[in-house]
């Protein structure tokens, strides 16, 4: 036996990491001991194509940086690094006097049901809870300083390079020719998008990021979603452009059967950095997000791939495919997912309009996930843009003197020139507005055609009751909208529709989705 398999024996014990026998996680690169307050993590000694973790130093060294790199997001998680001793009469110790033989990041433990990727097996995620996670992550984001010196093209082609090298190696698992088909393709869209890859450098968009972003690295600690185990191992693949950090979790989400979150958590960071919280607007780098998805699903099915060959290392299993039908299929349905995530998706344009209390922003933000690519339409808001503009959060309120007509210009122009980014960028868009006026909705009728986008838009009805009384009943809500407002607006001359549909509104949320998805065409 090893003294790596001593020291895993040793943690396994009853009463060692604390009181009872300790939870074993096992992944490609580390053994995770759960107990029931704390948890011990030792690095695997392994050498792949993406780390070393070989020897002792280098070992000690990643469990130095692991902790550097996640105290920031997760400071109450994070203790420290505890080195595991060979006692004088032989024994393994925890902190002991004797020489280290192996070193251990030390945290405190929570339940595996607290990770969303156990969440997201139970069932659709709370859209309150996604839109917690998106400002962790845009406040990580945030946080970080741009890196004015990268070569994202350069980086992105290593990227393709080497997921394509480490699945071609598994020739076993993963076939042939559909990894060289990915390869080329992805070479292609990095090709292509070498001028917008160049330009997220300008923008500062390539920060120290998280690195590893998917379902199982973020848990739900104290109520609160928690970023923890970023990739601590390559300063170099961890440095990268926010958007291909944020798609690890989108391209996760989609893959689990969770598009309405992966939607939810897009438009609420892209709200964040677009008018809140950060230095730049990442609409423009949608255009990237194709690619960036695909490169995430790559990374899943390679590291799929390399687990695999871990195991049939430790068991010393020449049939690397015996016993691992569920990671087998993991890998492949990853190289699939990787493909299909290079098809572009058409974009179009869909404005939902009505008096306030209508259901706007509620019909548009269930629309949303059903409308363009994986990921859904980016959902514009006047309310949110508008609270976007004065540099305050969402349900903080505005007084009367910002809802004159000069102001009301100001946030149709912003909406505007952001779904005219955003269809430009192949993505497409749901504006959400009053719209009352016949020059407002003729203004995007113009954007879509000057954009060659297809467009349709939505006029929502209910009676006054109704709006009322939905306007009266609001929580927490981005709307300043009063009972005043809905009798003000009552008066308005709407003018002529055009070729806006009208729906009616006054019955339940599901009952106007579904007359609004009759009414675009949509399953």
Known sequence: MSSYDDVVAFLSSPGIVDSGVPHLHTTHIAHVFVGQTRALKI????????????????????????IAVNRTNAPEIYIGVVAITREADGR????????????????????????????????????????????AIAAMHARAKPEPAADTVAKMLAIVAEVGGVCGAHSEVLEGDAVAQWMARARCAVDDAAPLLRARVAAGAIRRCHGDLHLANIVIWQGRPT?????????????????????????????????????????HYLWRTGGRGGETDDIDGLRLMPLYLSCRAGIR????????????????????????????????????????????????LIAVGGLSGSGKSTLAAALAPLVGGPLGALHLRSDLERKAMMGIDETDRLPPEHYTPESAACVYQRVLMRAQAAVTAGQS??????????????????????????????????????????VDERRDDASDATRAVVDRQLGYDIGPLDEWQRVKAGGTPGDTLQAACRALGLP
């Open 429 to 470: 868009v749901i504006v959400d507005a009053v719209f009352a006026t016949q020059q407002e909705r003729r203004r995007l009728t113009s954007l879509a055609a000057a954009a060659n986008v297809p467009f349709s838009g939505l006029w929502l009805e209910a009676d006054a009751d109704t709006l009322r009384r939905r």
């Open 301 to 348: 099915a390679m590291v799929a791939a390399t687990r695999l060959g871990v195991q049939r290392s430790a068991a010393g299993v020449n049939d690397v495919t015996a016993g691992s039908d569920g990671i087998i299929a993991q890998a492949r349905g990853y190289l699939r997912a990787a493909l299909d995530l290079l098809e572009p998706t058409p974009p179009r």
């Open 92 to 135: 393994l110790a925890i902190g002991g006097g004797g020489v280290p033989v192996e070193w251990a990041v030390e945290m405190r433990a929570f339940r595996d049901d607290d990770l969303l990727a156990e969440r997201a097996r139970q069932g659709p995620l709370d859209p309150a809870l996604m839109r917690q996670t998106a400002d």
């Open 227 to 267: 970023l923890f185990d970023a990739l601590e191992f390559s300063e170099e693949m961890a440095t990268v452009d926010t958007l291909y950090d944020l798609a690890f979790l989108m391209m996760d989400l989609v893959h689990h059967g969770q598009r309405a979150a992966a939607n939810t958590i897009l438009n």
């Open 43 to 66: 690095k695997r000694p392994v050498k792949l194509a993406f780390l070393d973790f070989s020897t002792l130093e280098k070992r000690h060294a990643a469990c130095l940086s692991e």
